[in-house]
């Protein structure tokens, strides 16, 4: 009796911490305003156009950064060179500096473990014939709608000090049209082989602005899916009953046409939303802030503020941290001093019966030293004499676990 009250108990508080985490939500995306949504629209459409090649792209660039610093992200431009023959097979090459904005709200928990919420920001128009095309490139749906309703996600975590237990990472993706060539980028620096783990989850927003349907509760979103990522998809279905009024539509239909599929090539598990019709104005001149719903986007950006709440905020997705997967103790008795550090770095092992190896990482995930480790040996030194000031992590495996630990690099 005495067992069966203390599991009664327990049930108890459980479904009462889940309730609140869920009234906790629902009054988070009750803030979720069609007007600060189509602000964040006009805004965009207002720089006339966001083609990758554009003079203006750094201006863009530089105004979404500003956006989000002013709801707390810590944000970098992170540039990469881009040139190319585009349209394709047209004998135009166009080159240049491309820039992804990079917004991080900084985990409680697990600062390496990042949930990350993305948009690209340029658009292309192909108007009539060959001439004029990309002056004009209002790209409202696509993908205004996407940034806004990320902007809008990130006013409302800020107005309402959400804290993040993973690092939550806003991407803004640039040269989205001409290949996906932005999440390339982001990827392949942040999300080499040996760092993939490190990023639980991508939520991706493509063109969520667009709908004819007049009965909301007739409406319909695509849940773009991707193997391995079954997780995350089954939460966007059942969050769309919890949190919205749309119905969802679970597709592997155009999953290789944003930049969620990129990072899914990485093994990121990712999730693409999406409107369920799609605009008749795509990549035209006419894809302008008048043929957008914005209460239909409203119920898209809840679903995305559920999901980065109960991924990011919460901590009912699935642990990808390395730090997590490494018990207490070896996790206490893995040190490495002095941090900062200018000459030799001093490690203190845990006691693994096989040995283990430490890495050192630069922030974009190279491997900059590697060495292993004899049987039960407790003691190491790294020389960073040669190395260049910066963040760095050192990384260390064994059979049975890897700790990562964060060592600035300071002569
Ligand atoms: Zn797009």
């Known amino acids: 009796m005495k067992r069966f009250l203390i599991v009664l108990l327990c049930l108890f508080f459980f479904c009462f911490k889940v309730d609140a985490q869920q009234d906790e939500i629902v009054a988070l995306c009750s803030q979720i305003n069609a ?42 431009l992170d540039s990469f060179y881009l040139e190319m023959e585009y349209p394709y097979s047209s004998g135009i090459m166009n080159s240049g500096w491309q820039y992804n904005v990079v917004g991080k709200k900084e985990g409680m928990w697990t600062e390496d473990t990042t949930i990350h919420l993305s948009a690209h920001y340029d658009a292309v128009s192909f108007k009539e014939g060959f001439e004029n095309y990309f002056f004009v490139a209002p790209g409202a749906d696509d993908n205004a709608s996407g940034v806004a309703a990320v902007l809008e996600i990130a006013r409302i975590f800020s107005d309402n000090a959400v804290s993040p237990i993973k690092t939550l990472v806003v991407d803004f993706f640039a040269a989205e049209e001409q290949g996906l060539k932005g999440s390339n980028d982001r990827i392949t620096k942040t999300a080499n082989p040996q760092w993939k ?9 493509d063109m969520v602005g667009y709908n004819t349907e007049l009965n909301p509760q007739a409406r319909k979103v695509n849940i773009i899916k991707y193997d391995g990522s079954e997780e995350l998809t089954q939460m966007a279905v059942d969050y769309c009953g919890l949190y919205t009024s749309l119905l969802p539509m679970e597709t592997y239909e155009n999953n290789n046409a944003s930049d969620s599929y990129i990072f899914n090539c990485y093994s990121v598990r990712a999730v ?36 980065v709440y109960e991924t990011a905020v919460n901590n009912n997705y699935v642990e990808v941290s390395l730090n997590e997967t490494a018990s207490s103790s070896a996790k206490d008795s893995f040190e490495a001093y002095p941090n900062p550090v200018s000459g030799t ?51 260390l495996e064994s059979n049975s676990q890897a700790i990562t630990k964060k060592i600035i690099v300071h002569h």
């Open 197 to 205: 783990e490190f990023i639980g989850g991508i939520i991706n927003l």
């Open 35 to 76: 007007d600060s949504l189509r602000a964040n629209v006009e805004a965009l459409e207002g720089f006339g156009s966001r083609y990758a090649f554009n003079e203006n792209r750094k201006d863009i660039a530089e105004y979404l950064k500003s956006r989000l610093e002013s709801y707390g992200f810590n944000v970098v």
């Open 272 to 307: 693409f939303l999406s409107e369920h019709e799609f605009t008749p104005h795509y990549h035209t001149e006419r894809d302008i802030v008048e043929t957008l719903d914005f209460d239909y986007m409203k119920e898209i950006t809840k679903l995305a503020l559920a999901l």
């Open 345 to 395: 770095l001093h490690c203190r092992l845990p006691y693994f019966e096989d040995g283990c190896t430490l890495s050192l990482y630069s922030a974009e995930g190279k491997m900059i030293l590697y060495s292993a480790n004899k049987k039960g040996q407790t003691k190491m030194e790294i020389d960073l004499n040669g190395v260049e000031n910066g963040i760095y992590f050192l990384r």
